[in-house]
């Protein structure tokens, strides 16, 4: 038949999509299929059982096709079905296909008639069919029955719309003959998506239900709302037959019979018919793979070429092979080392672009989460001012001090050193957690390997937990050297002679970095009212001495300047309703900040942004809020009471040089600590995993069992080996129909704006004056095979009536016919302008 070639493409290719759905691999084949669109009761699923010659399709009120139907018609010597989630059962009685259906769609949309896009995969073998692949569709609804959601009419759009908005799905835009076609909601939705109308069929149902007097010549002869494909006419079992278990071979028959009997139809009889209609959509869908072959092919081969690694690793593979287990243990071991240390050191390969991990993330703890943390700990200016005077009298005790006692200035260096514990422990977890973290993402290429994964996963974790306890007593052995001397004579440290000079040296350094530009970035003003538009993203910049924003990061329209005196930021805690993270900055005399606010929120869309942020602020002198106890805060204003001018000179002084130590001391913690945690931490963990893995994972237990692969990857292997198989088959059977295949060209272009388009109204259908002057006076149609008339169009041209062909003078507009409506009466035959 010139098409044998094609013919054994279209089930090797239904294999291929069965393979992929069944592993569950991203396979994009979009292999040439068949939409079956239409409204309700529009014969759809008629269509189909004339198609398989049996009943199997649910039959009832609403609608019955709830879930899409992708049926799959293949020839064969013995008649039987299945499905593709009952994989291996054979159906050979239909009336248990149709049970399935039923049963496979309520699974998954429950029985109050709600909807789903999830299809049901149904292949059916019979010496009946033809090779060809259909999607029956739900039915196009306007009203919710029972349970159905208001909007089942979009959601039954949409699912449509899935399939055939494809440029490889042909569309059988199906419509009774006794309703408008012209407003055929199959047929609009086809025109949305191919206003060429290159891929629509028109199918043509329930002709015997005409009104008596009526007939749809004109519009099965596509000389009448033309489309480019045509329209094939068809006449289903009544309601009555199929209660009467009608034979469906005997409603064929009856078909015949009907079209040969009928007085418009006997004429192009042959043309019509459930029979003609399965031919021509064969011939239709495999000239359509023709057309889409060359972009068909190159999906098979990338999806080849993907493949071709894997199953070369699969092909010979002897899961119990004691050799084969121990290289790759061995193999599987150097990995996990290379991948882990690559996630700490850095690689150009494979690089994470969504989120920091691993050493990145240890970076960002050691240079903005540690420092911010150091500096949480710092006391409030008040508090320390009322521990020094409290410690310089202490000590004085009864007597009054001539001298500024160094022995507070050393109380209360050791209370502040003290108060770094805190962080440096919190330091050495937050690095073990992102270690561990690593350590798991490292392990996912051991998935195949269920035992092997969770072994290693416990053995480098007990490792670094064992670590950390070392880790963190040799970080609080550095704040106990620290305090175990207080060394005065240090090069950066100011002494007591310049204690008072501080101040002064303090607002030089300031005013040096003026224009220093600590960080850029967008962020979004939240608390701005509904009124004056609603929560807004800027630009901002943040530099030593203000933070402003611009309209956006061309950094031309500046909209706020902030200074930064007189500032701190604190964290807000996130609303119900929004998905960013918060913080907020105000000003510590109770003023407003921006405008009428007191405070000024930002938002950002991650927990580490505001970190960054927050740390970014801190090296501008923007501290955090130092949340006191309410106690304390009483306390602090009953005892404030004025110092004499002398007790306040030697505050000042202790206060000056407690800054200057402790920042000697931050200083020396921010540099050793990193050091320490890098020596006992990180480069052992790595030592551990080169050196001693392999050991412990040999002396844990059986290796046989540790690599004993799991069923998922067993069902992998096989699948990926047959699914490469049916690639390479598939391309060979390509390269041999492409010089055989024998096609059909594409009908040249008609006038198809009958149909209203995306937004625009419909226009009055092309009508025919011969056609029209031939039913007015009842002339008889010219017999078959006799040439055209002189200006009429031959039976298989295309009838493209426009404005400018000679041929065709033009008509007013008028409203488009229903199909049921009578003939005209006779009326004079009107002369055409010359």
């Given at each position: 038949?010139?098409?044998?070639?094609?013919?054994?493409?279209?089930?090797?290719?239904?294999?291929?999509?069965?393979?992929?759905?069944?592993i569950?691999?991203?396979?994009?084949?979009?292999?040439?299929?068949?939409?079956?669109?239409?409204?309700?009761?529009?014969?759809?699923?008629?269509?189909?059982?004339?198609?398989?010659?049996?009943?199997?399709?649910?039959?009832?009120?609403?609608?019955?096709?709830?879930?899409?139907?992708v049926?799959?018609?293949?020839?064969?010597?013995?008649?039987?079905?299945?499905?593709?989630?009952?994989?291996?059962?054979?159906?050979?009685?239909?009336?248990?296909?149709?049970?399935?259906?039923?049963?496979?769609?309520?699974?998954v949309?429950?029985?109050?008639?709600?909807?789903?896009?999830?299809?049901?995969?149904?292949?059916?073998?019979?010496?009946?069919?033809?090779?060809?692949?259909?999607?029956?569709?739900?039915?196009?609804?306007?009203?919710?029955?029972?349970?159905?959601?208001?909007?089942?009419?979009?959601?039954?759009?949409?699912?449509?719309?899935?399939?055939?908005?494809?440029?490889?799905?042909?569309?059988?835009?199906?419509?009774?003959?006794?309703?408008?076609?012209?407003?055929?909601?199959?047929?609009?939705?086809?025109?949305?998506?191919?206003p060429?109308?290159?891929?629509?069929?028109?199918?043509?149902?329930?002709?015997?239900?005409?009104?008596?007097?009526?007939?749809?010549?004109?519009?099965?002869?596509?000389?009448?709302?033309?489309?480019?494909?045509?329209?094939?006419?068809?006449?289903?079992?009544?309601?009555?037959?199929?209660?009467?278990?009608?034979?469906?071979?005997?409603?064929?028959?009856?078909?015949?019979?009907?079209?040969l009997?009928?007085s418009s139809?006997?004429?192009?009889?042959?043309?019509?018919?459930?029979?003609?209609?399965?031919?021509?959509?064969?011939?239709?869908?495999?000239?359509?793979?023709?057309d889409?072959?060359?972009?068909?092919?190159?999906?098979?081969?990338?999806?080849?070429?993907?493949?071709?690694?894997?199953?070369?690793?699969?092909?010979?593979?002897?899961?119990?092979?004691?050799?084969?287990?121990?290289?790759?243990?061995?193999?599987?071991?150097?990995?996990?080392?290379?991948?882990?240390?690559?996630?700490?050191?850095?690689?150009?390969d494979?690089?994470?672009?969504?989120?920091?991990?691993?050493?990145?993330?240890?970076?960002?703890?050691f240079?903005?989460?540690?420092p911010?943390?150091?500096?949480?700990?710092?006391?409030?200016?008040?508090?320390?001012?009322?521990?020094?005077?409290?410690?310089?009298?202490?000590?004085?005790?009864?007597?009054?001090?001539?001298?500024?006692?160094?022995?507070?200035?050393?109380?209360?260096?050791?209370?502040?050193?003290i108060?770094?514990?805190?962080?440096?422990?919190?330091?050495?977890?937050?690095?073990?957690?992102?270690?561990?973290?690593?350590?798991?993402?490292?392990?996912?290429?051991?998935?195949?390997?269920?035992?092997?994964r969770?072994?290693?996963?416990?053995?480098?974790?007990?490792?670094?937990?064992?670590?950390?306890?070392?880790?963190?007593?040799?970080?609080?052995l550095?704040?106990?050297?620290?305090?175990?001397?207080?060394?005065?004579?240090?090069?950066?440290?100011?002494?007591?002679?310049?204690?008072?000079?501080?101040?002064?040296?303090?607002?030089?350094?300031?005013?040096?970095?003026?224009?220093?530009?600590?960080?850029?970035?967008?962020?979004?003003?939240?608390?701005?009212?509904?009124?004056?538009?609603?929560?807004?993203?800027?630009?901002?910049?943040?530099?030593?001495?203000?933070?402003?924003?611009?309209?956006?990061?061309?950094?031309?329209?500046?909209?706020?300047?902030?200074?930064?005196?007189?500032?701190?930021?604190?964290?807000?805690?996130?609303?119900?309703?929004?998905?960013?993270?918060?913080?907020?900055?105000?000003?510590?005399?109770?003023r407003?900040?921006?405008?009428?606010?007191?405070?000024?929120?930002?938002?950002?869309?991650?927990?580490?942004?505001?970190?960054?942020?927050?740390?970014?602020?801190?090296?501008?002198?923007?501290?955090?809020?130092?949340?006191?106890?309410?106690?304390?805060?009483?306390?602090?204003?009953?005892?404030?009471?004025?110092?004499?001018?002398?007790?306040?000179?030697?505050?000042?002084?202790?206060?000056?040089?407690?800054?200057?130590?402790?920042?000697?001391v931050?200083?020396?913690?921010r540099?050793?600590m990193?050091?320490?945690?890098?020596?006992?931490?990180?480069?052992?963990?790595?030592?551990?995993?080169?050196?001693?893995?392999?050991?412990?994972?040999?002396?844990?237990?059986?290796?046989?069992?540790?690599?004993?692969?799991?069923?998922?990857?067993?069902?992998?292997?096989d699948?990926?080996?047959?699914?490469?198989?049916?690639?390479?088959?598939?391309?060979?059977?390509?390269?041999?129909?492409?010089?055989?295949?024998?096609?059909?060209?594409?009908?040249?272009?008609?006038?198809?704006?009958?149909?209203?388009?995306?937004?625009?109204a419909?226009?009055?259908?092309?009508?025919?004056?011969?056609a029209?002057?031939?039913?007015?006076?009842?002339?008889?149609?010219?017999?078959?095979?006799?040439?055209?008339?002189?200006?009429?169009?031959?039976?298989?041209?295309?009838?493209?009536?426009?404005?400018?062909?000679?041929?065709?003078?033009?008509?007013?507009?008028?409203?488009?016919?229903?199909?049921?409506?009578?003939?005209?009466?006779?009326?004079?035959?009107?002369?055409?302008?010359?």
């Amino acid at each position: 038949m010139g098409n044998r070639g094609m013919e054994d493409l279209i089930p090797l290719v239904n294999k291929l999509q069965d393979a992929f759905s069944f592993i569950g691999q991203a396979c994009n084949l979009d292999l040439p299929q068949i939409a079956v669109v239409g409204g309700q009761s529009a014969g759809k699923s008629s269509v189909l059982e004339n198609f398989v010659g049996r009943d199997f399709l649910p039959r009832g009120s609403g609608i019955v096709t709830r879930r899409p139907l992708v049926l799959q018609l293949i020839s064969a010597t013995a008649e039987w079905a299945e499905f593709l989630h009952c994989k291996g059962k054979k159906f050979t009685d239909f009336d248990e296909v149709r049970t399935e259906i039923e049963a496979e769609t309520d699974r998954v949309t429950g029985a109050n008639r709600g909807i789903s896009p999830v299809p049901i995969n149904l292949r059916v073998y019979s010496p009946h069919v033809l090779n060809l692949t259909l999607i029956d569709l739900p039915g196009i609804t306007k009203v919710p029955v029972g349970d159905q959601p208001v909007d089942i009419e979009q959601q039954i759009r949409e699912m449509i719309m899935q399939f055939i908005t494809r440029e490889s799905c042909l569309i059988l835009a199906v419509t009774p003959a006794n309703s408008d076609l012209a407003n055929s909601d199959a047929l609009k939705l086809a025109k949305d998506v191919d206003p060429q109308g290159l891929r629509t069929i028109g199918v043509i149902t329930k002709l015997d239900l005409m009104d008596e007097g009526t007939d749809a010549r004109e519009i099965l002869e596509n000389k009448l709302l033309p489309l480019r494909r045509g329209y094939i006419g068809v006449v289903n079992r009544s309601q009555k037959d199929i209660d009467g278990k009608k034979d469906i071979k005997a409603a064929l028959e009856a078909e015949r019979k009907f079209f040969l009997s009928h007085s418009s139809y006997r004429h192009m009889a042959e043309k019509m018919g459930t029979p003609r209609l399965q031919r021509v959509l064969n011939e239709q869908l495999t000239n359509h793979i023709r057309d889409t072959l060359p972009a068909f092919r190159s999906k098979l081969q990338s999806q080849l070429l993907d493949l071709d690694k894997e199953a070369e690793e699969y092909r010979g593979y002897r899961p119990d092979d004691p050799s084969r287990k121990t290289k790759q243990l061995l193999q599987m071991v150097q990995q996990f080392s290379v991948d882990f240390e690559k996630r700490i050191e850095g690689s150009g390969d494979q690089v994470d672009t969504v989120e920091l991990s691993g050493g990145a993330k240890i970076n960002r703890i050691f240079h903005e989460r540690f420092p911010f943390e150091l500096v949480k700990m710092e006391c409030d200016e008040k508090e320390m001012r009322r521990e020094i005077s409290y410690a310089i009298k202490n000590i004085h005790g009864i007597r009054t001090g001539l001298f500024t006692p160094d022995m507070a200035f050393e109380a209360i260096v050791k209370k502040q050193v003290i108060k770094l514990k805190g962080p440096c422990v919190k330091c050495v977890d937050m690095v073990i957690q992102e270690l561990i973290n690593t350590v798991r993402q490292c392990s996912d290429k051991l998935d195949c390997f269920p035992m092997l994964r969770e072994e290693t996963e416990r053995i480098v974790t007990t490792h670094i937990r064992d670590r950390e306890g070392r880790a963190k007593d040799q970080v609080l052995l550095l704040i106990d050297i620290q305090l175990s001397y207080i060394n005065t004579n240090h090069e950066d440290f100011i002494g007591f002679a310049n204690a008072q000079q501080r101040s002064s040296q303090t607002n030089k350094s300031q005013s040096s970095a003026v224009n220093q530009v600590i960080r850029k970035g967008w962020l979004t003003i939240n608390n701005i009212s509904i009124m004056k538009g609603g929560a807004k993203e800027y630009w901002f910049v943040l530099t030593a001495e203000s933070f402003s924003w611009f309209k956006d990061d061309e950094e031309k329209e500046k909209k706020y300047m902030l200074p930064l005196d007189n500032l701190k930021v604190r964290d807000v805690e996130k609303s119900f309703m929004s998905s960013k993270h918060i913080f907020c900055i105000f000003n510590t005399e109770s003023r407003n900040v921006y405008k009428d606010n007191r405070t000024l929120e930002l938002a950002c869309d991650a927990q580490d942004d505001v970190e960054s942020w927050k740390s970014s602020l801190l090296r501008a002198g923007v501290y955090p809020e130092k949340v006191m106890a309410v106690e304390s805060e009483t306390t602090a204003a009953t005892e404030n009471f004025s110092m004499d001018p002398q007790l306040e000179r030697k505050v000042e002084t202790i206060r000056n040089l407690v800054d200057s130590y402790m920042a000697i001391v931050n200083k020396c913690i921010r540099d050793l600590m990193p050091k320490a945690i890098m020596h006992l931490m990180i480069n052992n963990v790595k030592d551990f995993i080169n050196a001693e893995l392999l050991a412990q994972l040999y002396s844990a237990g059986d290796q046989n069992a540790l690599m004993d692969e799991s069923q998922e990857q067993a069902r992998r292997r096989d699948e990926v080996l047959r699914t490469h198989q049916a690639l390479k088959e598939a391309l060979a059977i390509i390269g041999d129909i492409s010089t055989s295949t024998i096609t059909v060209p594409m009908p040249p272009p008609v006038d198809n704006s009958w149909v209203g388009g995306p937004g625009g109204a419909r226009r009055s259908p092309p009508s025919s004056p011969t056609a029209s002057r031939r039913m007015s006076s009842g002339q008889r149609p010219a017999p078959r095979g006799a040439p055209p008339p002189p200006n009429r169009p031959g039976p298989l041209g295309p009838f493209n009536n426009t404005a400018d062909s000679p041929q065709a003078p033009s008509r007013p507009n008028r409203a488009p016919p229903s199909i049921p409506s009578r003939r005209p009466p006779p009326s004079p035959t009107r002369q055409a302008p010359p």
